[in-house]
């Protein structure tokens, strides 16, 4: 279990002292939200409407772009192949991975997602559901991900392809988490989407294990 | 911390082996080829001048006996992978890994087909070419999965490598499939009010059904065919690569 | 030689070991067994496989043929074994210490202490500078402490000497026999030759003369 926490010590301290990535990632959510409004025009109306959309899509991109840092580092300086000698399975260090990765990358977007809210017109109550809905979501955008980033890992410019690959899997993730926030039907989404977060939450550690220690190979 | 690697001889050893698999499957290719060519020829004949037109659709239900192979191929394919996949990750298989690589383009394109064809068959009947319809819809995620297991193939250097690793990803694929489809189905429902698509309405009479199936027959053969077709080509591609390697190795050594 | 055995008896037995990568065989058939306190050393031209064979005996690349197995190590202890690459592993954003400190939690905390193996590898003083800071030899002293700080009896070492100066030599070689005299097992992969002070613990094996 200390393998566990050292483990997970060492990516919240990688990622505090990564040179802004978590600034970076948040101002990309904000900025692809605060960009709508230009592309459809002020209505305020149209924007309450789609805002919800709009915020899951902006957090979707947002963590496609922070996947290329999971693994790629302790890929390139050797770390990952000594990993696999630690005392802790594989798939544990995927988990204290994934963990952080979650922590790092989603939970800072659920953070400022208000201001977005704000800044697309939408209601308190919307937002309310649109915030429950990206907690429990996120989850599973962050689990496909880590599988996305595991399988191209070993692929030498491969920050490019794990998001085609991660993007069409993600896509019940997209469809339960807006259905969630509409008026209609919510509870039935939010459960489909809590059972999708722990499903892919529970399986991913392992299959992204797999396609590591297969890659390197 | 052993690993035992010593052969064992049985006809699944004996096809592991991609020179053998060549030869044992080369005999096949011909007739193969000639049976799907009848079946097509069987197939269009019924299609075309055998099979009555819908009272609604006109002519352009014929379409439907192209669309229907196709999607149902699209399906196949990815269960082809998913078992290749198996075989990679399981038992290691040299012929699975080229079996999954072979399959993959093979399934992007008769997903293509089938999204194509149902595009083409939409404009007359519905009178769009798209409909965010569940089951084209979950079709389209399908042919992005397709695509990027084909991308995925191509970005690695070392396709001995790669196999293992797409073959993982192949089977999160698979498992994640019915969910996608379930989801997509859902979400659709949640869109719109009636569904204005019903393939599986009133029961099809025979004059239907027969072409209908020897198309689905014609079409899986043709799937077969170019399968085979395109392992022994992989297989060649592996050892022009591996020839080449050896040559290089040997200059500088 | 077992006066400070710290080890179980292991050995390494290699019979007919093919590696390679990518389906193409680098090494001929390897014979090879190592005993407790005895290192083999692997010698050979550029491309002869020896880092191969030492990731493939590390677990990592399949073998083409051939078995070898750990004898006497109970896989309940976990891995038995360090591997030290060209690539030392280290985060130019953690403190030396917090580098290995993160490998002593992550392998076991059942070596040294982090101060008594930086001291060992001569980085005492620089315990909490970034280790963006270190040179290339320093990085790789840093790497080789992570060797002290988890007992681990088999050690396979890929040039343990690339980057080191002189006194880092020594220190290599001061590593290597303590190790050996603990009951530890080594294979180093070098083109630098490594001279313990009792040769009879050393045996050389020469790749790449392919047959």
Known sequence: ?217 | MSIDTTPKQSWWNRIAHPGQFVAWTTPLLWPLTILTAVLFVVGLWFAFFNSPEDYQMGDTVRIMYVHVPNAWLSQFVYGVMAVSALGTLVWRHPMADVSMKAAAPLGALFTALALFTGALWGRPTWGTFWEWDGRMTSTLVLLFIYLGIVALWRAFDDQLRAARVIAVFTLIGAVNIPIIKFSVDWWSTLHQPASVFRADGPTMPGSILTPLFVMFFAFTFLFITLQLKAMHTEVRRRRVMTLQRKAAQGSTA | MTSRQVFPPLSLRATGLVCGRGGMALTRALDFSVTPGRCLLLRGANGSGKTTLLLTLAGIVAPLDGVFALEGSDAETGPALHYCGHRNAVKPRLTVAENLCFWAAVNGATGLSIDAALQQVGLERLGDLDAGYLSAGQSRRLALARLLVSLRPLWLLDEPTAALDAEGHDLVTRLLDNHLDMGGLAIAATHDPITLPDPARMETVVLGARP
């Open chain 1, 1 to 217: 279990m200390s393998a566990f926490r050292a483990m997970l010590v060492r990516e919240l301290r990688l990622a505090r002292r990564g040179g802004g990535d978590v600034l970076t990632l948040v101002l990309f959510f904000i900025i692809v939200g605060a960009i709508v409004p230009f592309a459809v025009g002020p209505d305020r109306e149209l924007l309450a409407r789609i805002a919800p959309g709009m915020v899951w899509i902006a957090a979707f991109l947002a963590m496609l772009l922070g996947l290329d840092r999971l693994f790629r580092p302790d890929h390139e300086d050797g770390s990952l192949i000594l990993l696999r000698q630690a005392d802790l399975p594989l798939s544990a260090v995927v988990a204290a991975k994934l963990i952080t990765h979650w922590l790092v990358s989603a939970l800072p977007l659920i953070v400022a997602s208000p201001f977005l809210a704000m800044l697309l017109a939408m209601d308190v109550e919307t937002f309310w559901r649109m915030l429950i809905s990206l907690l429990v979501g996120t989850p599973a955008l962050a689990a496909f991900g880590a599988v996305g980033a595991a399988v191209t890992v070993a692929i030498r410019r491969g920050g490019l392809i794990a998001p085609i690959l991660v993007a069409p899997l993600s896509i019940p993730v997209l469809i339960f988490g807006t259905g969630s926030i509409s008026a209609t039907q919510s509870s039935a989404a939010l459960l489909f989407l809590a059972a999708l977060s722990l499903m892919a939450v529970a399986l991913a550690p392992f299959a992204a294990a797999l396609a590591i220690s297969s890659g390197e190979d």
